[in-house]
């Protein structure tokens, strides 16, 4: 793309401007096609050109006679910070939310809890807000059931013997058999409930995020129990799907 030809540093300009032709060219450009597209002045290409090889930039593909992408674009991507969890899931959150106009959340598993990596908030008046940070039980929680779910029999094993069942609200499950036979059903069907078992008038419904076939997180929503309707339970579970598949590709 080329740039405001007044810049005080016109020679960067111009080498990114080879960078972004080389990247969007089809077929690795020749000298002759960079001096027509970009209008660079022969003498300035010549020596931008060479400087862009030097630090490994681009390089020549002799078999086509043009330049390619070089090997320094990829140890500068290397070196570049990756986006955070949170700041990669964030936009499907919003835009679920904003589809249902219902509180969702992403949960990650710490140790024996699920924290919320990020939420998106409901513009209901009645609603329920997932503060970032906070966590809850694996037990009580819809996405902490999902986590429950996702254990190795062994590592299952272990949480049943040292779990305790404190209640949270009146509605808790406070019975190991009680919880196992849940998470079995968890396993067959894909969904987990809370059914105010955390927060009193709250009903919550999750899946699991993988990356490829590794479990990243759970995906919630949160709702007032009085707007949890069989018909809302089936739209929010087709919604899940198509969220939790696109969540899937990017950060894949």
């Known amino acids: 793309m080329k ?54 930039f681009i390089a020549r593909n002799s078999a086509a006679d043009g330049y390619r992408l070089g090997s320094g674009l990829h140890r500068l991507a290397r070196a570049a910070p990756q986006p955070s969890l949170r700041d990669q899931v964030l936009p499907f959150l919003t835009q679920l939310s904003s589809e249902l106009n219902e509180t969702c959340g992403f949960y990650a598993r710490v140790g024996d809890a699920v924290e919320v990596v990020a939420s998106a908030i409901s513009t209901h008046a009645l609603s329920y807000t997932m503060k970032m940070g906070a966590r809850a039980p694996l037990y009580a929680v819809s996405a902490g059931k999902i ?80 707007r949890f309707t069989p018909n809302r339970n089936g739209e929010f579970r087709e919604a899940f799907r198509v969220t939790a598949q696109a969540i899937a590709v990017a950060l894949g």
């Open 3 to 56: 740039r405001d030809e007044t810049s005080a540093v016109k020679s960067l300009d111009r080498g990114l401007d080879i960078l972004e032709y080389v990247a969007g060219a089809k077929q690795p450009p020749s000298f002759s096609r960079l001096l027509v597209d970009l209008k660079i002045p022969r003498s300035s290409l010549f020596h931008l050109l060479n400087n862009l090889q030097a630090r490994a």
């Open 147 to 226: 986590v429950l779910a996702e254990l190795k029999p062994a590592d299952w094993k272990e949480y049943l013997a040292r779990v305790v069942l404190v209640p949270a609200t009146l509605q808790t499950i406070r019975s190991k058999a009680r919880l196992k036979k849940e998470i079995e059903t968890i396993k067959a069907t894909g969904f987990a409930y809370s059914h105010e078992e955390f927060s009193p008038g709250i009903t919550a419904i999750a899946t699991a995020v993988r990356r490829d076939s590794t479990f990243v997180g759970a995906l919630n929503i949160a709702v007032p129990s009085v």
